[in-house]
């Protein structure tokens, strides 16, 4: 056992084992580096990384690697999930020397946290271009050991070029709408949905973004592409046939082989993409999606007396990646009947064949319904029975097999984001059960991560950006659906409590208040979930309405406006920031004067719009609509309230 055996870190306590003399972040391990004249080794990853453990089991384990950086290095074992802000300046590091990113990332440094040499996976021997690890070690040492003076001049360049600079202040215009859709258009897969070619992740900020657009527009080839995406995302093998859910990214521009963890955050935003989509195009098959998320949630990712999980593992070891998720010919042919086999062999193609054994198979769509009722000879509707029954008893099949680990940790973001998701879906779907878990888990996140009015993002770890916006969230959404003025009050108090310490006065917000190699971070990029500063936008907007304070309508203008220059220049990574632009011109503000469980006000909290803002007053069976700047007469029924809404789009 080494010094992670008393971490809280799932990742951390997987490396407890390990005989490298691993040190937790601490000020300890540097000035141990500083006493002894060593550098140090930083390895940055997360228990859901699937070549993270592969690394391990490579290099971490192997006695002549161990002695090595045992002898030569100080080490350092980093979870990115629970550190995400230390591994973010260094990953920019990496990039900025040119050696990329991603996980696991390997950075040696200095004493003084400097980084002089970095890269992510690395062999124990040179393969698939990469030196090996070995190799590696040795040369770092020995630039080290005689480079000390070309380590200090370049770590001060690197750093130097890596500070925040400010940015310009520009207007905003509504045309900056048009012109974000025609700039990412460019970036469109027709084909396969989607953006570029592979490896693809899904951008659910962009695809809120244009959700909104098509909802104003009735742009027709928008919508097209907008849906294509969802289904062909859905059909692949990036989905989770059988339990729910997605995976992280697709390795192949058809969304058919999936990186097989499958994280909270990708699967809150994908789950409101989903809802969304059924709510303005009425397609079954987006419902059947994301109730097939939730039920990911509710069986994987999520404690029963609420609170949701960070993540399930890509794979139960290292050596057969995606082994739990996948299948042969020889495991459906015993576990289906003859008749379900014969329209089940469907799902199983060459084109989801594993590349480290061909025989094992991503489950994916490779024909639809329609296909194969021709192909054999069986009614449409008698498929899709045989389909129900073969995939219970395949996903019954799969439950008996050792399960991929599952990081049980609740971390205060991720469940600010699932709440929220949870609470939209209650809203289009109208399971109660949805709601109820959202509110066990709101209350369990913030009787956990807000202790003595102080924010922690996970247990002794203090609140980022992240945890502050998307914690308000949750606490709007369950405002907007139960008038319960306490979650407003705790959305204020945390956006305030967010102002006070990461605001930048030039507008934005910084990801923490701790500062790290003298950098500051102020990012609009989705990653590919939306970006904190951009929900941020959103969320200002909403509370000066909620509030009346119009200081949160000038800070969300002053985002808007500092971040503009940058998000021109990224395209469906800066998605979500143009839909907190669209949100700006094209808000609409309800006040409920009706009790919140009335009729009327259930017509409302039931209805989508992509930019509704729900605010409750006294008791006067009406609703005062306002849409952009123009107030409306009350709406007292059901009825009058669809023909409003119906009007506003195209």
Known sequence: MNRLSKEKSAYLQHASHQKIDWHPWSEEAFQRAKDEGKPVFLSSGAVWCHWCH???????YEDDIVNFLNEKFICIKLDRDERPDIDKRYQMATSAMGYGGGWPLSVFMTHEKKPFFGGTYFPPEDKWGKPGFRKVL???????????????SFTDNLLNSLKYGGAVSTEIREDMIDDAIRAMSGQFDNKNGGFGAAPKFPMPG?????????????DKPLGDFFKNTLYRMAKGGFHDHLGGGFHRYSVDESWIIPHFEKM?????WLLRNYVHAYAVFGDVFFKETAEGIIRFFKDVLSAKDGGFYASQDADVTPDDEGGYFTWTKDDFIETLSGEEYRVLKYFLSEQGAMHHDNSKMVIFESKDN??????TGTDVQKVQELIQTGKK???AERSERQSPFIDKTHYTSLNGMVITSFIHAFRILGDSYVKDFAFKSLDKIMSQRFINEELFHSDGVKAMLEDYVYLSEANISAYEITADSVYLKAAEKLMDMCIDTLWDDEGGFFDTDTELLGMKIKAIEDTPHPSP???????????????????????AEKSLSVFYSRAQNIGVHAGNYFNAMDAYFNPLKLTLSVKPDSGLACEAISSYHPHMTIFYGEDKRYIIPCFKTVCYEPIH?????RGFLSNLRK
């Open 393 to 395: 008893k395949l996903l």
């Open 533 to 555: 500063n951009s929900v941020a936008i959103g969320l200002l907007f909403k509370l000066s309405f909620l509030t009346g304070k119009q200081s949160y309508a000038e800070k």
């Open 138 to 152: 040795q040369a770092v040492s020995d630039f080290y050991n005689k480079e000390q003076d070309k380590i200090a």
């Open 370 to 375: 329609v296909e194969i009722a021709e192909r």
């Open 637 to 641: 029924n059901t009825v009058d309230f």
């Open 54 to 60: 592969v690394m391990a089991k490579e290099c971490f």
């Open 206 to 218: 962009a695809m809120e973004f244009f959700l909104s657009r098509y909802y104003f527009t009735g």
């Open 264 to 268: 909270a955050d990708d699967n809150a």
